[in-house]
């Protein structure tokens, strides 16, 4: 009986130190769970605060653009003045395309890429492009004698009857849709200048300058879109359906650039082309028995 009586202590000790032990676990982890709480929502609320307060403020009005109102207007512009859609015409002329897929020159995606790459680089493309530097920079600099003597020399720098109308008929249409939804001050002295003789890469110059649109951007869209046109021709021809279109599109992209970047820094001595058979395919399409195309 004594023996059980010693022991009920030791054991009601080892319940009690046993009951303080859960307890200071139960304390311990209510804390952390207390302090893992509010470090979440610190962190949650020093997060989304932020966030609130910005969303909840107008943005400036030139934010996230990277443009300023010139640049914004300069690209506003350009995308307009060429995109398929400008009513000059474009779509009607295929500049000698039509005879080379008649010939068996163009047959196929490749074909038509190899073919527009060289006219790009080596030849009407090239030659175009210089034409709108030189323009750009004498209608910026005012120089009506220099602007008459490019205009002039770049009416006659064709190789057949059918691309001076293209060139001459577009450059026509480009100036006189521009003078009307987008007159500005000196359009008309730029373009009396030229006595008359204004082709389309000169006509593209000549407004650009005006509207003091860069140069380099304005060589860049000119391109896409003369490179875009050949495509849509080649396309309609061949045919092509769209994916493929763009897949030659994209192709041409390092192409239009080294041609731009030659183009600028290109002088009036630097003019040639070495495309004969693409000079050839528009001689023959004058006389070619059934044509959809102008050119």
Not at 70 to 85: C, G, H
Not at 147 to 164: G, T, Y
């Amino acid at each position: 009986m004594r023996r059980r009586l010693m022991i009920m202590p030791s054991m009601i000790m080892a319940t009690i130190i046993m009951m303080i032990t859960i307890t200071t676990v139960i304390t311990i982890i209510m804390a952390t769970t207390i302090t893992t709480t509010n470090i979440a929502t610190t962190i949650i609320t020093t997060t989304i605060t932020p966030m609130l307060m910005i969303t909840s403020e107008p943005a400036p009005a030139d934010a996230g653009s990277g443009m300023n109102a010139d640049e914004a207007a300069a690209l506003y512009r350009l995308m307009t003045w060429l995109s398929p859609s400008f009513p000059v015409g474009a779509f009607s002329y295929s500049s000698g395309i039509e005879w080379a897929v008649e010939a068996g020159d163009i047959t196929d995606a490749a074909s038509l890429r190899d073919w527009l790459a060289a006219m790009l680089g080596d030849g009407p493309g090239f030659c175009d492009a210089v034409f709108l530097a030189q323009a750009h920079r004498t209608a910026s600099a005012q120089d009506a004698i220099a602007l008459r003597e490019i205009a002039e020399l770049a009416a006659a720098f064709v190789p057949s009857r059918e691309r001076q109308l293209e060139t001459s008929t577009q450059g026509r249409a480009f100036i006189e849709i521009a003078r009307s939804a987008w007159a500005c001050d000196g359009l008309d002295g730029m373009v009396a200048a030229c006595d008359g003789m204004i082709v389309y890469p000169t006509a593209v110059g000549i407004l650009s300058a005006a509207h003091a649109v860069p140069l380099a951007p304005a060589m860049h869209a000119f391109l896409h879109a003369v490179v875009s046109n050949w495509i849509s021709a080649g396309a309609r021809l061949v045919p092509l359906g769209q994916t493929d279109s763009q897949r030659v599109l994209a192709s041409l992209e390092a192409d239009v650039a080294a041609t731009a970047k030659r183009a600028l820094e290109a002088s009036l001595d630097d003019l040639g082309s070495a495309t004969f058979r693409a000079d050839l395919a528009s001689l023959r399409h004058e006389t070619q028995y059934t044509r959809l195309f102008r050119s």
